[in-house]
Structures are given as C-alpha cells and as structure tokens.
C-alpha cells in the first residue's frame, strides 16, 4: 500500500532534521581543514528550528500514518516541539564550545539532527518495534557524541560505558516487546491495550511490562538503572550531556506515558515497580549528589532524582498525573540545558573548571553567567517565579490527589536534600573569594541567545504556567482515547 501525501506530512518534522543532517554530512568534506566548521553548525540550527515550524504544520494533519504505526495528537505534538526546542538551543550553545575544544567535525551536529529523528519518532509512534527502531536511531548518536572529546580518556570511556549498558538495557525492551506479542498477537500499543483490558491479562504480559519498564528506566536514568549515569555525564561534551539530560528522557516518558496508560492501564501491578522506582531514584539521586565536588557528576546525579520527581507523577492517576509528567519534563528541559550550557562554557578548553572550588567568586568575576546559573540552580530546587516550583507543585499535588501520602513525603524530604547541594554552588560563587587563577570569561552571541531562551522559557513556566498545563491536560486527555 503507497503511502498517502498525509503520511508524510505526520512525520514532516523527522524528514526535515533527516535532510538537514544528510546536508551537514554532505558538505563537510567539502570544506578547508582549517574551516571551524561554524557555517555547518548554522545549517543545522537553522534545520532544528524549521523542524519546530514544521511541527505545526504537522499538528494541522492528526491522525494515525503508515498502517497505523505513527499517531498525531496533541500529545506527540508537545514532545515533537519540545524535542525539537532542545535542539536547536543545545546546537546554538555548541558553536563557541566545539572552538573552544578545537573540536572541527562537522558530523557533532548531524549526529544532533539525526538523535533529534529517533526522539520525535519516539514520541509519535505507537508501535512498540517502531518505537524500538527509533530508540535505537537516537541511541547510536548518543553513544557517538558521548566520546566526541576523543582526546581526553574520560570522554572515550563514557561512550564505550553508555554503548555496551544502554545496548544491555534495549535488549530488556526488545524482549519486553516479544513477549507482549506472545501475550497479546500485537505489538501496536493501543491494540494491546484494547485486547489486554476485554480479557484476563496473561502472566505473561505482566512480565512484558516489567522489561520494557527496565529497558525504558536505563534511558531516563531512573534507580537502580542509573549506574552509568555520573561517569557519562562526566565524560562527554557539556552541550551533549544537557541534551541526554532532556530530549532522549522526554521521548522516552513519552513512550512509557503511552505504554503505561493506554496499554497497560489494565495491568495494576506496574504501579507498585514505578513507585518504588520513583522513591529510589529520588533518594538514591540527591544522596549522591551532596558528596560530589565535580559540578557534572553532581548535576548528573541530580538528573538520577529529578527522574524520580517526574515518575511521581506516574503513579498519580492518569487525568491529572500525565499532565503533571508533561510539564515536568518541559521545565526541566528549560532549566537543565541552561544549567549545562553555563557549564560547557564556563569549562573552558578541555573542561578543566569543572569542580566546585572553580565556581568560586563566579559572582564576582562573571555577574551575568553567576546570575543566569543561580536562576537555573534555583528553578532545580522548585523556588518560586520559577518553572521548577510549578512542576514540583503540580506532581506533589496530583500524588497527594490520587492519595500517596508515602510518596509524596519521601518526594518532599529529597527535595529539602537537594536544597543543600544547589545552594552550595550558589554560596561558592557569591559568599568566596575568586581563585587566582581563573580563565576569562565573555558569553559569545550564539550561546547568549541559548542561554536567553532557556531563562525565558524558565520563568515564563514559574509565572504563566496555565497555558502549558492547559494544553498538556488536552494532551493527556487526547492521548487516553
């Protein structure tokens, strides 16, 4: 069967970030050794940012494409835009760093383009192996860029670390996905759920679940798949780890909001694996982080918690816990890409001022860049005017709305502990004397406009929310049917 013109224009925004990056693949052999490679990076920018134009357009076509294995609805749309957000932010913020590193390879931002395919396809579709192939497509670009730094033995070690665990980990799902058909003769999420609630679930279905959960749960750094998380985050690009800290963890909520509640709604007892997910990730999370030095690895830890933060929400029930994940996940796309793209610069040439004794007097020597961080920092512990207050507000209160009193005090507790180690680089950069050594500091234009975006979208969450939420709950509800 030929696939229709309105099939295409459902997954316009992946062709668009696919013929981008084969263009950025094209021309870069075709340029000087000496080229910076910023004309590349341009190009791709400017393919991030005609993805989210081209998601509105796809918005205005919903429906099911190519045999039922994509789905356009509001909910694919908000992951479509925010992923592609992501992008375009997390590539503006690269072009003075890939200088600054004397990193001159133009396939850094195809690998961005073609990662970005595999997350939005992720989010739209609704066949479990297409999810899988699109798991996969974001999958090796994140393995790639992780060791981008191929000079420095910490980045090489971080790429071989995430190839050989996350492919350990997809293999859960893809056997998750095998044993769910066994279990059901489908494998498309919305056929499973309508077979799976008519009848009695099989045992079997329930052991699917639990390794699709397992498979999901390594791609969102949730405890007890985490382990791989601080040494990754350490080793790769700054830039690279705020885009692994959100997009990827984005689309794959968006799968697990999918497969949790429109096909296995019916199973209850993945609920009771998710809560005590969540309280691990959260405990286990912020433990780490207060004995850190290192400002990636505590940051990276703090990802392992505010995972857990978001799975929360999973466990409230679907009406007001789907929108909750939803605006979780944007704001804290807004704040960690920002928080990471102050670090990538800050770093310097070969990421030298990453411990915390180098933020001191940060205040001082660079004003701007302090106060942009300390509005990141502050938007992680949930200070109001900020969107990380509101995501916190809206989890806690649909958990304490579907009744878990248990789950929420443990969330609420974590979060006073995560105040300490947040706070801590906020008093290092303003209550210290600056080191002597220091490197100088001036925020290039592409990385100002970056970080001015992340600090927009931030506040604007902390003090407009109501449009986000409002179209998150149409989501959700949309998304259910």
Same mark, same amino acid.
């Given at each position: 069967?030929?696939?229709?013109?309105?099939?295409?224009?459902?997954?316009?925004?992946?062709?668009?970030?696919?013929?981008?990056?084969?263009?950025?693949?094209?021309?870069?052999?075709?340029?000087?050794?000496?080229?910076?490679?910023?004309?590349?990076?341009?190009?791709?920018?400017?393919?991030? =940012?005609?993805?989210?134009?081209?998601?509105?357009?796809?918005?205005?076509?919903?429906?099911?494409?190519?045999?039922?294995?994509?789905?356009?609805?509001?909910?694919?749309?908000?992951?479509?835009?925010?992923?592609?957000?992501?992008?375009?932010?997390?590539?503006?913020?690269?072009?003075?760093?890939?200088?600054?590193?004397?990193?001159?390879?133009?396939?850094?931002?195809?690998?961005?383009?073609?990662?970005?395919?595999?997350?939005?396809?992720?989010?739209?579709?609704?066949?479990?192996?297409?999810?899988?192939?699109?798991?996969?497509?974001?999958?090796?670009?994140?393995?790639?860029?992780?060791?981008?730094?191929?000079?420095?033995?910490?980045?090489?070690?971080?790429?071989?670390?995430?190839?050989?665990?996350?492919?350990?980990?997809?293999?859960?799902?893809?056997?998750?996905?095998?044993?769910?058909?066994?279990?059901?003769?489908?494998?498309?999420?919305?056929?499973?759920?309508?077979?799976?609630?008519?009848?009695?679930?099989?045992?079997?279905?329930?052991?699917? =679940?639990?390794?699709?959960?397992?498979?999901?749960?390594?791609?969102?750094?949730?405890?007890?798949?985490?382990?791989?998380?601080?040494?990754?985050?350490?080793?790769?690009?700054?830039?690279?780890?705020?885009?692994?800290?959100?997009?990827?963890?984005?689309?794959?909520?968006?799968?697990?909001?999918?497969?949790?509640?429109?096909?296995?709604?019916?199973?209850?007892?993945?609920?009771?694996?998710?809560?005590?997910?969540?309280?691990?990730?959260?405990?286990?999370?912020?433990?780490?982080?207060?004995?850190?030095?290192?400002?990636?690895?505590?940051?990276?830890?703090?990802?392992?918690?505010?995972?857990?933060?978001?799975?929360?929400?999973?466990?409230?029930?679907?009406?007001?816990?789907?929108?909750?994940?939803?605006?979780?996940?944007?704001?804290?796309?807004?704040?960690? =890409?920002?928080?990471?793209?102050?670090?990538?610069?800050?770093?310097?040439?070969?990421?030298?001022?990453?411990?915390?004794?180098?933020?001191?007097?940060?205040?001082?020597?660079?004003?701007?860049?302090?106060?942009?961080?300390?509005?990141?920092?502050?938007?992680?512990?949930?200070?109001?005017?900020?969107?990380?207050?509101?995501?916190?507000?809206?989890?806690?209160?649909?958990?304490?709305?579907?009744?878990?009193?248990?789950?929420?005090?443990?969330?609420? =507790?974590?979060?006073?502990?995560?105040?300490?180690?947040?706070?801590?680089?906020?008093?290092?950069?303003?209550?210290?004397?600056?080191?002597?050594?220091?490197?100088?500091?001036?925020?290039?234009?592409?990385?100002?406009?970056?970080?001015?975006?992340?600090?927009?979208?931030?506040?604007?969450?902390?003090?407009?929310?109501?449009?986000?939420?409002?179209?998150?709950?149409?989501?959700?509800?949309?998304?259910?049917?």
């Amino acid at each position: 069967m030929i696939p229709a013109v309105s099939d295409y224009l459902r997954i316009l925004p992946e062709l668009v970030l696919t013929i981008f990056g084969m263009l950025v693949m094209l021309i870069e052999p075709l340029l000087p050794e000496d080229n910076n490679r910023k004309f590349l990076g341009a190009l791709a920018f400017v393919g991030a =940012v005609t993805a989210v134009v081209s998601c509105f357009c796809m918005a205005c076509h919903p429906g099911l494409a190519f045999s039922g294995m994509v789905r356009v609805d509001q909910f694919s749309v908000f992951f479509h835009v925010l992923i592609t957000l992501i992008t375009a932010v997390v590539i503006l913020g690269s072009f003075e760093y890939l200088n600054v590193q004397r990193i001159r390879l133009g396939e850094y931002y195809a690998l961005i383009l073609f990662g970005a395919v595999g997350m939005t396809l992720m989010s739209s579709a609704v066949e479990l192996v297409l999810v899988f192939i699109a798991l996969e497509i974001s999958s090796i670009s994140s393995y790639i860029l992780a060791g981008f730094r191929r000079n420095v033995a910490t980045s090489i070690e971080s790429s071989l670390k995430y190839f050989l665990l996350g492919s350990f980990a997809t293999s859960f799902f893809l056997y998750g996905v095998a044993l769910m058909f066994g279990a059901t003769g489908s494998t498309k999420i919305y056929e499973i759920g309508a077979t799976l609630l008519s009848e009695h679930a099989p045992m079997l279905a329930f052991v699917a =679940v639990a390794l699709m959960i397992v498979g999901l749960g390594f791609k969102v750094a949730a405890a007890p798949f985490h382990v791989w998380t601080p040494d990754v985050y350490e080793g790769a690009p700054s830039p690279i780890v705020g885009l692994m800290s959100t997009a990827p963890k984005a689309a794959a909520f968006a799968v697990l909001l999918r497969i949790l509640f429109a096909a296995a709604g019916s199973i209850p007892v993945w609920f009771w694996l998710v809560w005590v997910l969540a309280a691990l990730s959260m405990t286990l999370g912020n433990l780490g982080a207060l004995i850190q030095t290192n400002v990636k690895r505590m940051l990276a830890y703090s990802s392992i918690a505010h995972a857990g933060y978001l799975l929360v929400a999973f466990t409230a029930t679907p009406a007001v816990g789907i929108p909750a994940a939803m605006f979780y996940t944007a704001s804290y796309a807004a704040m960690n =890409v920002g928080a990471f793209l102050v670090i990538s610069h800050f770093g310097n040439q070969g990421e030298r001022y990453v411990n915390l004794d180098d933020y001191t007097g940060l205040g001082r020597r660079a004003p701007a860049l302090a106060a942009i961080l300390t509005i990141f920092l502050l938007s992680l512990i949930g200070i109001p005017i900020t969107g990380g207050f509101f995501a916190k507000f809206y989890v806690f209160r649909a958990a304490l709305g579907s009744n878990l009193i248990w789950l929420t005090i443990i969330g609420v =507790v974590n979060s006073a502990i995560a105040a300490y180690y947040y706070l801590r680089i906020i008093v290092v950069m303003y209550m210290r004397e600056p080191a002597e050594e220091v490197p100088t500091i001036r925020i290039p234009l592409g990385l100002g406009i970056a970080l001015t975006a992340s600090l927009i979208f931030t506040i604007y969450l902390g003090v407009l929310p109501g449009k986000v939420l409002a179209y998150a709950i149409s989501s959700a509800q949309g998304m259910l049917k």
